[in-house]
Nanobody, 125 residues
Framework: QVQLEESGGGVVQAGGSLRLSCAASGRTWTIYAMGWFRQAPGKEREFVAVIGWGGGNRDYADSVKGRFTISRDNAKNTVYLQMNSLKPEDTAAYYC??????????????????WGKGTLVTVSS
């Protein structure tokens, strides 16, 4: 099993920045793709960003392209989400996810096998 723990959420004004972190523990050698998803109140969970094991393959939801950056440090078993130019519509619970398959490019992230409990991001106008 793999455990994922997010941190870095909080309250920020519109236009501000936050950096989310997600630390993986357990059988970390079994995970390859890692990603971030979010769920706003009253809405379904949606894809935000994904990164392959080597870090070279990344993809983003159109709504965050140019504002969010996903990265990872495999030595620390950690994935990050740098969020800049935040908007009120970015307010959501953000979930870290990891998959046993790798992401090698394309428009769809691979299936995710493990999920964190989420961290709340609130952007005030």
């Amino acid at each position: 099993q793999v455990q994922l723990e997010e941190s870095g959420g909080g309250v920020v004004q519109a236009g501000g920045s936050l950096r989310l972190s997600c630390a993986a523990s357990g059988r970390t050698w079994t995970i390859y793709a890692m990603g971030w998803f979010r769920q706003a109140p009253g809405k379904e969970r949606e894809f935000v960003a994904v990164i392959g094991w080597g870090g070279g393959n990344r993809d983003y939801a159109d709504s965050v392209k140019g504002r969010f950056t996903i990265s990872r440090d495999n030595a620390k078993n950690t994935v990050y989400l740098q969020m800049n130019s935040l908007k009120p519509e970015d307010t959501a619970a953000y979930y870290c996810a990891a998959g046993r398959g790798d992401y090698k490019g394309g428009s769809s992230p691979p299936p995710m096998d493990y999920w964190g409990k989420g961290t709340l991001v609130t952007v005030s106008s």
